[in-house]
Structures are given as C-alpha cells and as structure tokens.
C-alpha cells in the first residue's frame, strides 16, 4: 500500500439519511485529516487526528458530523442525517508532518437527494 | 482569518506555452505548498517551499517563496495536455497548528 485509500468513491444518499466514510491513512503516517471540498473552492479543513486522539476540529463540523480513528490506523467520518448542503467531496489525507504537505486520498464524493 | 488568494483563477493556454500563477496572503507563511488537483481525484503534492527567496524546481515546475513571505509563484514551462488541471497553493497556519490552509485554486486548460 502506497497511497491513501478512502471507500467508498462515490455515494448517492437520500437526505435525512446517516452515511458513513472510511479512510485508510499510509501506514507510517501518525496523522490524518479530513478535509471537504465544495466545486469551485479549495480543500476545507474539517478535522485531524494524532494516532488515536482528535486534536482539532472546525466549525464546519456541526453535530451530525463524527469523526473517529479508534486504533490509530483507518478513520471513520459519519454525517447524520444528511442534507442537501453536506453534498461535496469528502478528502482523507495523511502525513509525518503538516509543513512537509499532506498526500491525500481520492475522496469520496457524495450526492444528497 | 487568513487566507490565500490565487490568480488568475482559470487560464487557457496552447500547448509548449509557458505558465505562470500566483498566490498571495495578508498574512506571513513560513511554509508553502503548491498541488495539483485532477478531476475527481485528491490534490497531489509538487513543490514545497520552506525559505523566504527560496526556489524549488520539479520537473518542468519551478516554485519561488516570496520575499515578504506573503506570496508565492508557480512557473510551468513548455506546458504539455497532462497539464490540465487545478492547482492549489496552501500553508500550515502560525500558532503549531496541523490545519493547512487552501487557495481557491487556478484551473488551467490546455489546448493541444
């Protein structure tokens, strides 16, 4: 595994409904973020995790949105009950450092209808 | 808050020519970073920058971090169609946090 792999790619969901994103981090790397990108703008920060323990969170991450890493390795980023503005792309990314860049995932990429 | 501002925001360009972008900030970085975004894909990382004046080269990509280090400068020479795409400057903010901060990022097309 050389990159970051997050699952599912797309996801098309009906409003009010819970979906939930997993994340894979390279595996040397003790920090990961998640980040969300609207059309037209840049990356977004949403939140960050040392190994297991969730240092920052943003304002952009409102009640419905959770976010866990439990063991250090993979990460979770649930919405609950979703609307139709938490549609975007939702990006994983991993790094020994935040000044040496972040390598991020593919994104997962959610439709709310 | 700071922020980056990036410009243009799109460019049209024929193949072979050169490119250049920019990105400036009402506040000082101490590091910066340029990426690459495809479509439907993650930015992927090109240059970092970590000195005032400093210029990096990648390829046929050259980065410079300004000397007030409130802007920075993304050079593309003898631009080719895998080109295309949208790129982002970014910047960890002061104060030890591990947020990077993005610009709204320059899309540049290519025409062939």
């Known amino acids: 595994d050389t990159g970051v792999s997050q699952d599912p790619r797309h996801k098309i969901t009906k409003r009010g409904q819970n979906v939930t994103f997993r994340c894979d981090p390279i595996s040397e790397h003790n920090r990961l973020y998640w980040y969300r990108q609207t059309l037209g703008q840049g990356p977004e920060f949403l939140t960050y995790f040392q190994n297991e323990a969730q240092l920052e969170k943003s304002r952009l991450l409102s009640d419905r949105f959770s976010a866990e890493r439990p063991k250090g390795s993979f990460s979770t980023l649930e919405i609950q009950r979703t609307e139709q503005g938490d549609s975007a792309m939702y990006l994983c990314?991993?790094?020994?450092?935040?000044?040496?860049?972040?390598?991020f995932g593919s994104g997962t990429r959610l439709t709310v209808v | 808050g700071q922020q980056l501002n990036q410009s243009p925001q799109s460019m049209f360009i024929q193949e072979g020519e050169d490119v250049s972008m920019n990105c400036t900030s009402s506040?000082?970085?101490?590091?910066w970073l340029w990426y690459k975004q495809d479509p439907g894909e993650g930015p992927v990382l090109l240059i970092a920058?970590?000195?005032?004046?400093e210029l990096t080269s990648n390829g046929r990509l050259t980065a410079q971090f300004g000397i007030t280090r409130k802007d920075s400068f993304l050079n593309i020479s003898a631009s080719i169609p895998s080109d295309v795409g949208i790129y982002f400057c970014?910047?960890?903010?002061?104060?030890?946090?591990?947020?990077?901060?993005f610009g709204k990022g320059t899309k540049l097309t290519v025409n062939p």
């Open positions: 506040s000082i970085f101490n590091t």
């Open positions: 990314a991993s790094s020994l450092y935040s000044i040496y860049g972040y390598t």
């Open positions: 920058l970590y000195k005032a004046g």
């Open positions: 970014a910047g960890p903010l002061q104060g030890g946090s591990e947020k990077l901060v």
